[in-house]
């Protein structure tokens, strides 16, 4: 149990540094304006938590064997579902996430269009991915620590996590989108 508690926290800790990220990135596309500190103070902690959480996350699903039997009850478990498969696709499009800069920039350069495009939206779907691997988790953290129990309280703040990431979803979206697009292609 204290494996899990500690992933909580981390899992909300992890839930803020999105946030911070998220907003710094998109001040930064909106106005232009890079400040390398800030851009390292805003990713390198986000990235120690997301690790940690993940390592203990996995830990949690295989050492303790938490929600495995996913078939169980399917209608229950689909919330489960939907945060275990979103937590797989997250490092593989962090990976391209983290390269996206120069991939656009060389793409760009070369006018390799198709691959342009293709990166902006696989950057989105990163975002979309994100959003729902933490609107998802942020009640279910909440349930691990003891500190909501509620089903209307639940539903609350699922509906409050999904209102606060999905509007943090569509800004980054579109201010990244617009800076890269500005960025990159010729006038």
């Known amino acids: 149990m204290i494996l899990k508690k500690l992933n909580a926290i981390l899992g909300l800790l992890s839930a803020v540094a999105v946030l911070f990220h998220m907003g710094y990135n ?19 902690p986000l990235m120690v938590l997301v690790c940690a959480h993940a390592v203990l996350g996995m830990c ?4 303790l064997g938490d929600g495995t039997s996913l078939s169980t009850y399917p209608a ?8 275990r498969i979103s937590a797989a696709l997250i490092f593989p499009l962090l990976i391209l996430h ?9 793409s760009s350069s070369e006018e390799n269009w198709a691959l342009f495009v293709l990166l902006l939206v696989v950057q989105i779907l990163f ?8 609107s998802i988790s942020i ?3 909440f349930i691990s ?12 703040l699922d509906r409050i ?23 990159f292609i010729p006038h």
């Open 26 to 44: 998109s001040f930064a596309y909106l106005t232009f304006y890079y400040n390398p500190v800030l851009k390292q103070w805003a990713s390198i």
């Open 60 to 63: 949690s699903v295989f050492l």
């Open 76 to 83: 229950k478990n689909r919330k489960t579902l939907i945060q």
């Open 98 to 106: 983290i390269n996206t800069f120069e991939l656009l920039k060389n």
């Open 127 to 134: 975002y979309a991915v994100i959003t729902a691997h933490t």
């Open 139 to 141: 009640s279910r953290a």
């Open 145 to 156: 620590l003891g500190m909501i129990e509620d089903e209307k309280k639940l539903k609350l």
């Open 161 to 183: 996590a999904w209102c606060i990431f999905g509007l943090a979803f569509i800004i980054t979206s579109i201010a990244v989108t617009k800076g890269e697009l500005l960025m």
